[in-house]
């Protein structure tokens, strides 16, 4: 299924929080995180070194960027700095780095190709706000069940939904609501693509 | 703050109150101070409830000043729940006001001969106590409601809830926190019961009169003062994180390294972290019109509290913090935020420690009392202790208790004292601190963090795993520092970063006393205070054998990394080789 949805920013914390659980995203695989997120997402230098503070791929805690490569399937988590002893353990170099040895990730494919893929990225606290936007913007994948929870927890985002294509066929949100909740589909995968009114 | 108050419940007659100078004690505050009066004046043989324990509370250093984030007070004492000395502390309004009456401590001593049960009112006038048989066995909120009908609402109060008077070795001590409610808790080592075994339910701070406490060097003391703040709002996490989502903002991170303790510690992920999340919870309350940042002290500006409002959106509690979601949430299989709240409101009406009972409910469920999972099963667990029935007795004692009573094997304590939200297997240096604390496991006794970059505690390869050991040592030395200044913990963040930052802090201590404490001598500070605590809890007859993990943290890998604890013994017994 396909889903583009034109809403006021108003509501965007609703659909943000899809972020934190996590959702699919096409993109180039085979490459390291540093050049997925620079290259590919377009973040830039500054705003990784200052602001992606603590990284997990596949469950493990990264402390170099440009060593750790992503692969299809692989869940790439990213958040801010974090309170706490264990928090400044988990971030990427962090000076109590031997504190987590046991879960510190360590790269052992050499040469991966690069192509296009799927992994899932999770986004957590002050980057929630700061790069959701960009992810959803550019289209993101998830199980349809989990698009019409939020539209069942959250009934009030019906008056601003400014207008919803599902396969190019628009349609109101209790259509789309009855159609991602159906036993037959709910459990599909979605790409929704949301265009953000600012 | 050159006063003491020492009250002897067990005086002939009634309880007695003296007023006497700080004398030998002058120059500590905080940790500092309480664990210098039980190292000195309790037998650390005693038991923890008779007359010769005693309850030591005390302000920090820079208490009462205008110096930000001086707020915390510490209490100690004789451990029910551990048998070893004990240092809680909270946050909340009584530190500051305390300080500003210039009284550097409480002490309370003795033991009443009756069941009688008392409070005490201290304001400029001094000090009085009187009897109150009317306040047996109410919970903390109404308590507190009680003494605002009495003496007005710009007071503060230090009170006990049922399980302080039950004498129940999970029992907390409330600080009333800016909007008087008493949610800020010294909640570890059930320094509850000890407050109740001396017969006194509430301590009422009325500072109407009193003015700032001076520094001696105005104009330094201020510039320091706002190099401190400054450090502090530019800090991503002390200017960003805790603000924006408190420490609840851990649980994401922690699910995702595999180090989230699950179902009593049998796993190291749960499914339904998101939907408890520091960041699910700030959005709920502020959704609900309660408040996701607040401070709880004025002179807060991390400010990483809130306040949990209802469905109905009505005041429930304040926000639960990280270690109470994990304790009752992640621990016991719940994923549920409203149940969550409810428990902790629970807990604080109650005045139980929110980790012990999240830990001990855990151990029930794995006795299978109730199923991991059940939410209205933990509130029904927890309305025991307050009910004073046999089951809420076992389970207010604690989880080494209930688990020795249910017969099980997997009871997450380290010296009686249930573990924090860490898993040690996925990150082993915190477990390190958890084996060898004085306090039993304590994820506050490691936390402040100065070392290499300032020095203290001297240089340490932290890429080298025999690095943990030393890392452990130089944390808990300078935590014992840093708690005896008043300061909430979470400034550590900022001072682990910024150098300038550790150093205003320095400056204003020096600026406030006429001092000129170097880093050393805050090197000096925290191991003279640790050698205290270990002295005591060796003659009160803690060996090596105490300062270790449950053996199943060495032989149950914890998924998904499938990870054991794997410092040897001997490298622990060498933590406080210095």
């Given at each position: 299924?396909?889903l583009?949805?034109?809403?006021?920013?108003k509501?965007?914390?609703?659909?943000?929080?899809?972020?934190?659980?996590?959702?699919?995203?096409?993109?180039?695989?085979?490459?390291?995180?540093?050049?997925?997120?620079?290259?590919?997402?377009?973040?830039?230098?500054?705003?990784?070194?200052?602001?992606?503070?603590?990284?997990?791929?596949?469950?493990?805690?990264?402390?170099?960027?440009?060593?750790?490569?992503?692969k299809?399937g692989?869940?790439?988590?990213l958040?801010?700095a974090?309170?706490?002893?264990?928090?400044?353990?988990?971030?990427?170099?962090?000076?109590?780095?031997?504190?987590?040895?046991?879960?510190?990730?360590?790269e052992?494919?050499?040469?991966?190709?690069?192509?296009?893929?799927?992994?899932?990225?999770?986004?957590?606290n002050?980057l929630?706000?700061d790069?959701?936007?960009?992810?959803?913007?550019k289209?993101?994948?998830?199980?349809?069940?989990?698009?019409?929870?939020?539209?069942?927890?959250h009934?009030?985002?019906?008056?601003?939904?400014?207008?919803?294509?599902l396969?190019d066929?628009?349609?109101?949100l209790?259509?789309?609501?009855?159609?991602?909740?159906?036993?037959?589909?709910?459990?599909?995968?979605?790409?929704?693509?949301?265009?953000i009114?600012? | 703050?050159?006063?003491?108050i020492?009250i002897?419940?067990?005086?002939?007659?009634?309880?007695?109150?003296?007023?006497e100078?700080?004398?030998?004690?002058?120059?500590?505050g905080?940790?500092?101070?309480?664990s210098?009066?039980?190292?000195k004046?309790?037998?650390?043989?005693?038991?923890p409830?008779?007359?010769n324990?005693?309850?030591?509370?005390?302000?920090?250093?820079?208490s009462?000043?205008?110096?930000?984030?001086?707020?915390?007070?510490s209490?100690?004492?004789?451990?029910?729940?551990?048998?070893?000395?004990?240092?809680?502390?909270a946050?909340?309004?009584?530190?500051?006001?305390l300080a500003?009456?210039?009284?550097?401590?409480?002490i309370?001593?003795?033991?009443?001969?009756?069941?009688?049960?008392?409070?005490?009112?201290?304001?400029?006038?001094?000090?009085?106590i009187?009897?109150?048989?009317?306040?047996?066995m109410?919970?903390?909120?109404?308590?507190?409601?009680?003494?605002?009908?009495?003496?007005?609402?710009?007071?503060?109060?230090?009170?006990?809830?049922?399980?302080?008077?039950?004498?129940?070795?999970?029992?907390?001590?409330a600080?009333?926190?800016?909007e008087?409610?008493?949610t800020?808790?010294?909640?570890?080592?059930g320094v509850?019961?000890?407050m109740?075994?001396?017969?006194?339910?509430?301590?009422?701070?009325?500072?109407?009169?009193?003015?700032?406490?001076?520094?001696?060097?105005?104009?330094?003391?201020?510039?320091?003062?706002?190099?401190?703040?400054?450090?502090?709002?530019?800090?991503?996490?002390?200017?960003?994180?805790?603000?924006?989502?408190?420490?609840?903002?851990?649980?994401?991170?922690l699910?995702?390294?595999?180090?989230?303790?699950?179902?009593n510690?049998?796993?190291?992920?749960?499914?339904?972290?998101?939907?408890i999340?520091?960041?699910?919870?700030?959005?709920m309350?502020?959704?609900?019109?309660?408040?996701?940042?607040?401070?709880?002290?004025?002179?807060?500006?991390?400010?990483?509290?809130?306040?949990?409002?209802?469905?109905?959106?009505?005041?429930?509690?304040?926000?639960?913090e990280?270690?109470?979601?994990?304790?009752?949430?992640?621990?016991?299989?719940?994923?549920d935020?409203?149940?969550?709240?409810m428990?902790?409101?629970?807990?604080?009406?109650?005045?139980?420690?929110?980790?012990?009972?999240?830990?001990?409910?855990?151990?029930?469920?794995?006795?299978?009392?109730?199923?991991?999972?059940?939410?209205?099963?933990?509130?029904?667990?927890?309305?025991?202790?307050?009910?004073?029935?046999?089951?809420?007795?076992?389970?207010?004692?604690?989880?080494?208790?209930?688990?020795?009573v249910?017969?099980?094997?997997?009871?997450?304590?380290?010296?009686?004292?249930?573990?924090?939200?860490?898993?040690?297997?996925?990150?082993?240096?915190?477990?390190?601190?958890?084996?060898?604390?004085?306090?039993?496991?304590?994820?506050?006794?490691?936390?402040?963090?100065?070392?290499?970059?300032?020095?203290?505690?001297?240089?340490?390869?932290?890429?080298?795993?025999?690095?943990?050991?030393e890392?452990?040592?130089?944390l808990?030395?300078?935590?014992?520092?840093?708690?005896?200044?008043?300061?909430c913990?979470?400034?550590?963040?900022?001072?682990?970063?910024?150098?300038?930052?550790?150093?205003?802090?320095?400056?204003m201590?020096?600026?406030?006393?006429?001092?000129?404490?170097?880093?050393?001598?805050?090197?000096?500070?925290?191991?003279?205070?640790?050698?205290?605590?270990r002295?005591?809890?060796?003659?009160a007859?803690?060996?090596?054998?105490?300062?270790?993990?449950?053996?199943?943290?060495?032989?149950?890998?914890v998924?998904?990394?499938?990870?054991?604890?794997?410092?040897?013994?001997?490298?622990?017994?060498?933590?406080?080789?210095?």
């Amino acid at each position: 299924m396909g889903l583009n949805i034109k809403i006021d920013k108003k509501i965007l914390p609703f659909f943000l929080m899809l972020l934190q659980e996590g959702v699919g995203i096409k993109s180039r695989v085979g490459v390291s995180i540093k050049d997925m997120l620079k290259n590919h997402l377009g973040i830039t230098d500054e705003y990784i070194d200052k602001r992606i503070s603590t990284v997990f791929l596949d469950d493990h805690v990264v402390d170099d960027l440009d060593k750790a490569k992503i692969k299809e399937g692989s869940i790439l988590a990213l958040s801010g700095a974090m309170p706490g002893l264990v928090g400044a353990t988990l971030r990427t170099h962090s000076f109590y780095a031997s504190f987590r040895d046991a879960i510190t990730y360590k790269e052992k494919a050499d040469a991966l190709t690069e192509k296009k893929g799927l992994f899932k990225i999770k986004l957590f606290n002050v980057l929630l706000n700061d790069l959701g936007p960009v992810f959803l913007e550019k289209g993101i994948i998830l199980e349809g069940k989990r698009m019409a929870e939020v539209i069942k927890r959250h009934p009030e985002i019906q008056n601003h939904i400014k207008g919803i294509s599902l396969d190019d066929k628009t349609v109101d949100l209790y259509e789309l609501y009855k159609k991602l909740s159906s036993e037959d589909t709910s459990q599909a995968q979605c790409t929704i693509i949301l265009n953000i009114e600012h | 703050m050159d006063k003491i108050i020492r009250i002897n419940m067990g005086a002939q007659g009634n309880p007695e109150v003296k007023v006497e100078s700080i004398g030998e004690y002058s120059g500590l505050g905080g940790r500092g101070l309480t664990s210098a009066v039980i190292s000195k004046e309790v037998q650390p043989a005693c038991h923890p409830l008779s007359e010769n324990n005693k309850l030591v509370i005390a302000p920090g250093l820079l208490s009462g000043t205008m110096a930000a984030m001086s707020g915390r007070i510490s209490i100690g004492c004789k451990s029910p729940l551990t048998g070893g000395i004990k240092e809680a502390n909270a946050g909340g309004q009584p530190s500051q006001m305390l300080a500003r009456l210039g009284y550097a401590a409480i002490i309370i001593e003795g033991k009443p001969k009756g069941n009688d049960l008392y409070k005490v009112l201290i304001n400029k006038n001094g000090v009085r106590i009187e009897k109150d048989n009317g306040l047996k066995m109410l919970g903390n909120y109404e308590t507190v409601e009680r003494m605002k009908k009495e003496f007005g609402n710009k007071i503060s109060c230090i009170s006990i809830g049922p399980a302080g008077e039950m004498k129940l070795a999970a029992s907390s001590i409330a600080c009333t926190d800016t909007e008087l409610r008493p949610t800020r808790h010294a909640g570890r080592g059930g320094v509850g019961a000890v407050m109740g075994s001396k017969g006194v339910k509430v301590i009422v701070i009325d500072d109407e009169g009193t003015a700032m406490r001076e520094p001696k060097d105005r104009e330094r003391f201020r510039e320091a003062n706002r190099k401190f703040i400054e450090g502090l709002r530019k800090h991503p996490v002390t200017g960003e994180a805790l603000p924006a989502y408190g420490t609840n903002v851990l649980t994401n991170i922690l699910n995702e390294a595999g180090g989230y303790p699950t179902y009593n510690f049998k796993e190291g992920r749960f499914a339904g972290a998101a939907r408890i999340s520091g960041e699910t919870e700030a959005a709920m309350e502020t959704e609900r019109g309660g408040l996701a940042t607040h401070g709880c002290h004025h002179g807060c500006v991390i400010r990483c509290s809130g306040i949990f409002h209802d469905k109905d959106g009505r005041y429930l509690t304040k926000q639960p913090e990280y270690e109470t979601v994990w304790a009752h949430g992640g621990n016991c299989g719940i994923d549920d935020l409203d149940k969550i709240a409810m428990l902790d409101f629970l807990d604080d009406d109650i005045g139980l420690d929110t980790i012990e009972m999240g830990v001990t409910i855990g151990v029930a469920m794995e006795a299978g009392l109730i199923k991991f999972g059940d939410a209205d099963g933990a509130i029904n667990l927890i309305k025991e202790i307050a009910k004073g029935t046999s089951l809420g007795r076992i389970l207010g004692s604690g989880a080494a208790v209930t688990g020795k009573v249910f017969g099980v094997e997997k009871v997450p304590v380290v010296k009686g004292q249930a573990l924090p939200a860490y898993d040690p297997r996925a990150v082993h240096g915190i477990g390190v601190t958890y084996a060898t604390s004085p306090m039993g496991a304590d994820h506050t006794a490691g936390y402040a963090v100065a070392t290499n970059i300032l020095k203290v505690g001297g240089f340490v390869d932290p890429l080298k795993p025999e690095g943990q050991i030393e890392l452990s040592r130089n944390l808990q030395i300078a935590t014992a520092a840093i708690d005896s200044t008043g300061m909430c913990l979470f400034i550590a963040f900022a001072v682990l970063d910024q150098p300038e930052t550790f150093q205003a802090l320095l400056d204003m201590i020096n600026a406030f006393y006429g001092l000129n404490l170097t880093a050393d001598d805050v090197t000096a500070m925290g191991k003279n205070i640790l050698t205290m605590e270990r002295t005591f809890n060796k003659l009160a007859g803690f060996t090596n054998i105490h300062d270790r993990l449950p053996e199943f943290f060495k032989k149950e890998p914890v998924p998904p990394h499938n990870v054991t604890f794997e410092i040897k013994d001997e490298e622990l017994d060498t933590v406080f080789n210095w």
